[in-house]
């Protein structure tokens, strides 16, 4: 964490910047609970016609 200068009225800390690498991460992250997911829900219909 940054050390706020007390005349520095624009500067803010952000968790989640606009970048690259955040957009990469947060792309991938939603294609795997999406995979997960769909994985689930496909397994429980495959046990409930089992």
Known sequence: M????RDDKESEDYILQ???KTRFGATFIIIVLIILATLVAMTGVYMDYW
């Not at 940054?2 to 200068?5: A, E, L, T």
């Open 2 to 5: 940054q050390i706020k200068d």
């Open 18 to 20: 606009d970048n690259k």
